[in-house]
């Protein structure tokens, strides 16, 4: 069964540190986008991507946060200078359709971020 | 924006049918509802949709009323390792969903 993969699984780093997760959608899906969770907490919207743009972004999706498709197959997170309150499971998700009203969403198995 | 409630936890035994409900208000008339299972440190995995009346499918089944301002999901003779957090969401906008604090069930031996 496809499926959407991440990479690294767990990443620990400095405050003020770049970080890149790194995400491979389902190949046949046009839909991209990064959620997050901090620990014990919902999941939050981060910013969803097609046709090579942002379509949406969240409040929480500022300055420090882009995203890019550099290749055919790779969904990339940067975080420019991390801070404390990035600490959070950060989870790609794809879609083969436009998720209006019908769809679903295939996540993967998310990158746990530790800022220190 | 379409925000949805649902209880915070529910416990249950295994075999038993678990309904959980959820309410949606301020549902649009084009939006449609859709359920999301979560285990600990995974990414969520879509479980059911749809958008009035009855919706069955070979792992759950959903009920939503004429007037669409809940919905309930019901898991059939749940197990142990149905034991998870549970999301009940209304698309809100083009692209973005909305998530609430899920229910947390628990099944219990």
């Known amino acids: 069964e496809p499926e959407v993969t991440q990479t690294p699984s767990h990443q620990v780093t400095q405050m003020g540190q770049e970080v890149i997760l790194r995400c491979v959608p389902i190949?046949?899906?046009?839909?991209f986008y990064w959620y997050r969770q901090i620990l014990g907490q919902k999941v939050e919207f981060l910013v969803s991507?097609?046709?090579?743009?942002?379509?949406?972004k969240s409040e929480i999706f500022d300055d420090q946060f882009s995203v890019e498709r550099p290749d055919g197959s790779n969904f990339t997170l940067k975080i420019r200078s991390t801070k404390l309150e990035d600490s959070a499971m950060y989870f790609c998700a794809s879609s083969d359709v436009f998720p209006t009203n019908t769809g679903e969403l295939f996540f993967g198995e998310g990158s746990r971020l530790t800022v220190l | 924006l379409a925000k949805t409630t649902q209880p915070i936890s529910m416990d249950s035994y295994e075999g038993q049918e678990v309904n959980i409900t959820c309410s949606h208000n301020?549902?649009?008339?084009?939006?449609?509802i859709t359920w999301y299972q979560q285990f600990p440190s995974q990414g969520p995995r879509f479980i059911i949709q749809g958008y009035k009346t009855k919706v069955t499918n070979e792992v759950a089944s959903l009920f939503i009323p004429a007037d669409r301002k809940s919905s309930t999901l019901s898991l059939p003779r749940v197990s142990l390792s149905d034991t998870a957090v549970y999301y009940c969401?209304?698309?809100?906008?083009?692209?973005?969903?909305?998530w609430g604090a899920g229910t947390k069930l628990i099944i219990k031996p």
């Open positions: 301020n549902i649009a008339t084009n939006d449609y």
């Open positions: 991507f097609y046709n090579n743009e942002i379509s949406e």
């Open positions: 190949s046949n899906h046009l839909y």
């Open positions: 969401l209304v698309t809100n906008s083009n692209y973005q969903l909305i």
